[in-house]
Nanobody, 119 residues
């Protein structure tokens, strides 16, 4: 069984920074792409950033230049450094990972962590 556990959310003022972490654990053979999504109230879940095992990354236009995704393959962990936060970044942030176990390759989701940007 595989679990993704997120941490690092919270309340921050506009212009501030937060760093999210997501650690994968369980019967993991290898991890392919890892990413962060977010869902604001009344809106669909959207991709924020994704990083592949080799380190290449892509970002939503709305966060380019402000957010940085990274990963530590030795710890099966992905990070999202969020700078210059805006009120419109307020959402529940979810970690996603494509993981190969002995049985199969599946996509897994974390439980979500709330990020609130407000003065």
């Amino acid at each position: 069984q595989v679990q993704l556990v997120e941490s690092g959310g919270g309340l921050v003022q506009p212009g501030g920074s937060l760093r999210l972490s997501c650690a994968a654990s369980g019967s993991i053979f290898s991890i392919y792409a890892m990413g962060w999504y977010r869902q604001a109230p009344g809106k669909q879940r959207e991709l924020v950033a994704v990083i592949v095992s080799g380190g290449g990354a892509n970002y939503a236009d709305s966060v380019k230049g402000r957010f940085t995704i990274s990963r530590d393959n030795t710890k099966n962990t992905v990070y999202l450094q969020m700078n210059s936060l805006k009120p419109e970044d307020t959402a529940v942030y979810y970690c996603n990972a494509h993981i190969r176990t002995v049985q199969a390759i599946n996509g897994y989701w974390g439980q979500g962590t709330q990020v609130t940007v407000s003065s």
